[in-house]
């Protein structure tokens, strides 16, 4: 069965508006949990922007949620990974000035330092990904880096879908890339601007394990629960 992540960044974003303790993450993340999500994705920012160092802290403490932390290739990041020991990292890009996630890695440029980062948290179990653009060079350099799993942005498919243009090229590219991935014994996940239409067809490729949805997930649970909203990505993504 496919996995669903749920990223709480942005209810951290909202308790951090207020500077107070509410609404609580531990809280969230247990109850995203109980209510069906696979794991938990926190993306410990340089410029601690939502998640803090005692979120990460506290929840991957709770042996019973599965969390998968998104970092950038940074040391000072690197050791807090090392020290909480999540079950997952996703090695992400990370540029100061962005609202959110751009584009995938630049592997070729980082390679040595991301080749590093692997190597430490493999020795440590922590089962590593990629965020990639969905290119077959990405897939290549990607196996050769020894990742167990890739993360392919879905930024620019999303908006295409939500704007109603043509988007059938670029779901083409990331289903051969899915392929390609799969192929080569790399895990295969999917994320970044997912609603539920984007997951309708992204659930076509079968060979995408996991998604990894987190702004529309915590957006749309203000009108309907984040339970309810829970479920109906669950269905959406066993299609």
Do not use: W
Request: aromatic share 4%; glycine share 6%.
């Amino acid at each position: 069965m496919r996995r669903l992540g749920v990223n709480i960044d942005h209810i951290a974003t909202l308790r951090n508006a207020r500077g107070e303790k509410h609404p609580d993450l531990l809280k969230a993340a247990k109850l995203i949990t109980s209510y069906g999500a696979d794991s938990i994705t926190l993306h410990l920012r340089e410029d601690r922007r939502h998640i803090k160092d005692s979120d990460v802290a506290k929840i991957c403490k709770q042996k019973k949620i599965s969390v998968n932390l998104e970092m950038a290739a940074n040391d000072e990041i690197l050791k807090i990974a090392l020290k909480n020991k999540p079950k997952y990292v996703c090695i992400v890009p990370e540029k100061r000035n962005e609202i959110t996630t751009e584009g995938g890695l630049n592997l070729i440029k980082n390679k040595n330092k991301i080749k590093k980062i692997i190597n430490k948290l493999k020795r440590n179990k922590i089962r590593t990904s990629l965020f990639i653009n969905p290119s077959i060079k990405d897939i290549n350099l990607s196996k050769t880096l020894e990742t167990e799993c890739i993360e392919l942005h879905t930024g620019k498919l999303s908006n295409l879908i939500k704007s109603k243009k043509k988007f059938l090229k670029e779901f083409n590219k990331i289903k051969r890339c899915s392929t390609l991935a799969n192929n080569l014994g790399l895990e295969v996940h999917a994320g970044h601007g997912m609603d539920y239409k984007t997951t309708k067809i992204l659930s076509k490729i079968k060979v995408i394990k996991e998604f990894n949805i987190g702004h529309f997930i915590i957006g749309e649970s203000i009108f309907l629960g984040l339970k309810k909203i829970i479920k109906k990505f669950r269905i959406l993504s066993k299609r």
